[in-house]
């Protein structure tokens, strides 16, 4: 159908009017949400699910379908609603459950409750950034699995499509990712921005006068202007929507977004254009004004006309498995053509590792003295053959942080590229000064499913991307987070970017893995343990300055996976090992000084074991039994760790001692500050000796 013959039908002027009203049901039943944006815009939700995306209802997880996010998630009626019209699994039934335990509809859309949602979406621009990931990650794969193709003509390309409001664009994230959308050149990224000029506190001329059209385009976007206001009277004119989708799929150099002037709330009879609108219910005789408007029986809640279902369900069932058929008829060509890159990608499909990772890892002789950024930096380039899914960057600290593949090209457009095979499927992303952005586009890939992400900045700045950690544990996704220059050990650079509350906080983050190995060879085992929970985000918490190695590979490798082991066992005067009277338990750069300070104890007739506790999430997985053997109740525990002591009283128990770090640091050479402030062997055997006289 040609943009000058496409026309919505009466049938479809129907099936919008209904989502419209089962919007204000719904909130109305709830007692609470977003009616405003789901009743104005149900007819550009309806647009796409019923006539431009690429999507089966029936598989809501094909490989060959559009993405559609909705970053303006409170507005998760959109989604819901045209759920129920089209055939995702949910019915009228799920809509009157609205913002109830168990139901299927949340008060905002989460991924892995409702079918067809690809992102937990309610913090506003969190949606947009992981829709540049996305995007990204859509390019990414067709590099490594259809290298050949032309670009746009291969089955791994597809369209990601994203819903913005003004407060989307008033967060600092989005402007973050649009940035780096545009400088990547995401022509396969389309933005669809409801500029109703309504935020919560009222009209938006209060905080956002910018030029915005001004801005995207600055930033490498085409934008594109429909304006539905622009006549003197509202007319929602679908025909240049499409006709501006159609321009932005034409577009395969720029990003689209495409500018919809809108009034949120129309056509309520006297709420339109309101704040009020934005997130309460409507109340009854409005509701009732807006299905008289809507030419529907305004004493019916929840209604659904006869047939209408039956006609949108088969409407779009009919799309899909014309997009099916002309998909899967590529897909088997290209599987036939490309067996290696078909075995590739049933491995990816499966989240297998490759048999061959233990094989390859680095290993290191105790002794030896590195870094754990190096460590790092060194695993990532063992594993580059081996995994093609592995890709990442940093936020411009690729040098320090280690995060740059050795040898491996960068992920830029082709006009963009610098050294030789950099290009579009490159590996190494450069995410620029954008911590919060970068946490987000990361999570966008990982949902995108076949590849697997990780990012680097300074453990620091992670307070710059908090959100992003809590959204990927939150849906319990793979993202792997390579936070370096990890304590006090940072040294002169000063308070400023030595991390001290940063470890607590980030353990208080349910899902989230904190891992901070002790020496390089924790680190090969982090970094395997880490691939290896495709399911859960991970921090790699890292050293700037070596560290000696005093953990064997084969210790590691068993230990590390169990979050705390036992890495130095207490021993008698003959050397035998004995129960000990102090665990001395540690993390990261402070495992060595636990490995002096039992030294000195043992030396003065005080069996003393070591325990390296690299993730106290994974320790708290295992059973009783084990926890209790490797920090028996009857030995005095003293914890070890360049940070606040919030969170160890738990282990050590009332009998034991914490050296801790409870305050900011100073800018003087690390080794100096870890002796100032107490992390020194001598340090802790005299806190232990303490903690043992007392009752």
């Not at 490989?63 to 995702?88: E, I, K």
């Not at 695993?379 to 995060?403: F, R």
């Not at 750069?589 to 490995?595: G, I, P, W």
């Not at 069996?607 to 690299?614: I, Y």
């Amino acid at each position: 159908m040609t943009t000058e013959q496409f026309a919505l039908t009466d049938s479809d002027d129907q099936a919008i009017a209904v989502a419209r009203a089962l919007s204000a049901d719904a909130v109305e039943r709830a007692g609470s949400g977003h009616p405003g944006t789901a009743i104005s815009l149900a007819g550009v939700a309806y647009l796409l699910y019923q006539y431009e995306l690429r999507h089966d209802p029936a598989d809501p997880q094909w490989m060959g379908r559009d993405r559609f996010v909705l970053s303006a998630g409170h507005a998760s009626l959109l989604l819901y609603t045209q759920m129920v019209l089209s055939g995702y699994g949910l019915e009228v039934g799920d809509l009157e459950a609205l913002r109830t335990a168990g139901s299927l509809t949340p008060g905002h859309p989460e991924h892995g409750v409702t079918p067809g949602v690809e992102t937990t979406a309610g913090p506003l621009g969190a949606g947009f950034s992981n829709a540049v990931g996305m995007a990204m990650a859509a390019r990414r794969e067709h590099g490594i699995l259809d290298p050949n193709a032309a670009p746009g003509q291969s089955v791994f390309d597809h369209w990601v499509y994203t819903l913005v409001g003004d407060g989307c664009l008033q967060e600092g994230v989005t402007s973050e990712a649009a940035s780096l959308a545009g400088t990547q050149q995401l022509g396969n990224l389309i933005a669809i921005y409801d500029d109703n000029d309504i935020s919560i506190e009222g009209h938006t001329d209060i905080s956002f006068t910018e030029d915005v059209t001004g801005r995207f385009e600055a930033y490498g976007w085409q934008v594109l202007d429909v304006d539905w206001r622009a006549k003197g009277r509202y007319h929602e004119d679908y025909r240049a929507l499409h006709n501006a989708l159609v321009a932005a799929r034409a577009e395969t150099t720029r990003p689209t977004l495409i500018r919809l002037h809108t009034i949120i709330a129309w056509p309520c009879p006297t709420l339109q254009g309101s704040a009020a609108t934005h997130g309460a219910k409507l109340g009854a005789t409005e509701v009732a004004g807006l299905k008289e408007v809507l030419g529907l029986d305004p004493a019916k809640s929840f209604f659904m006309p006869t047939g209408l279902l039956e006609r949108t369900r088969a409407h779009a069932a009919a799309r899909a498995a014309a997009a099916r058929s002309e998909w899967d008829a590529r897909f088997r060509a290209w599987a036939a053509a490309n067996p290696q890159s078909a075995a590739l990608l049933e491995r990816l499909q499966a989240r297998r590792l490759p048999e061959a990772i233990e094989s390859v890892l680095p290993s290191w002789q105790t002794g030896a003295d590195l870094a754990t950024r190096s460590a790092s930096g060194k695993v990532l380039a063992a594993l580059a053959p081996l995994m093609p899914e592995l890709w990442g960057g940093s936020a411009d600290l690729g040098g320090s942080n280690n995060t740059t593949m050795a040898g491996e090209p960068s992920f830029l457009p082709a006009p963009l590229a610098r050294s030789q095979g950099d290009g579009p499927y490159g590996r190494t992303i450069h995410f620029g000064v954008r911590e919060h952005a970068m946490g987000s586009i990361v999570n966008g890939i990982a949902l995108d499913g076949l590849t697997r992400p990780y990012c680097g900045t300074f453990m620091v700045f992670v307070d710059y991307m908090r959100p992003t950690l809590r959204l990927a544990a939150l849906m319990g996704l793979g993202s792997i987070f390579v936070l370096t220059h990890d304590s006090i050990g940072v040294g002169e650079d000063g308070p400023t970017h030595q991390p001290v509350e940063h470890l607590a906080s980030l353990r208080a983050i349910p899902g989230l893995a904190v891992v901070r190995p002790a020496d390089a060879n924790e680190t090969v085992a982090a970094w395997a343990e880490v691939l290896r929970r495709c399911e859960q985000p991970s921090v790699l918490a890292l050293s700037r300055q070596n560290l000696p190695v005093i953990a064997t590979p084969d210790a590691a490798a068993s230990g590390v996976s169990r979050g705390a082991y036992i890495l130095i066992d207490s021993t008698d005067t003959l050397g035998e090992v004995v129960a000990p009277d102090v665990t001395i338990v540690a993390t990261g750069s402070e495992v060595s000084v636990a490995a002096q300070a039992r030294e000195i104890l043992q030396a003065q007739g005080t069996p003393t074991r070591v325990v390296s506790a690299p993730c106290l999430e994974w320790f708290a997985e295992q059973d009783e039994d084990y926890r209790a053997w490797v920090l028996p109740q009857n030995a005095v525990t003293v914890s070890v760790e360049a940070g606040i002591a919030m969170g160890w009283r738990e282990l050590v128990g009332d009998r034991g001692a914490i050296v801790s770090l409870d305050h900011f640091g100073a800018s003087a050479p690390g080794t100096h500050l870890f002796a100032e402030y107490g992390f020194t062997g001598e340090h802790v055997a005299d806190v232990a000796r303490q903690a043992l006289t007392r009752p």
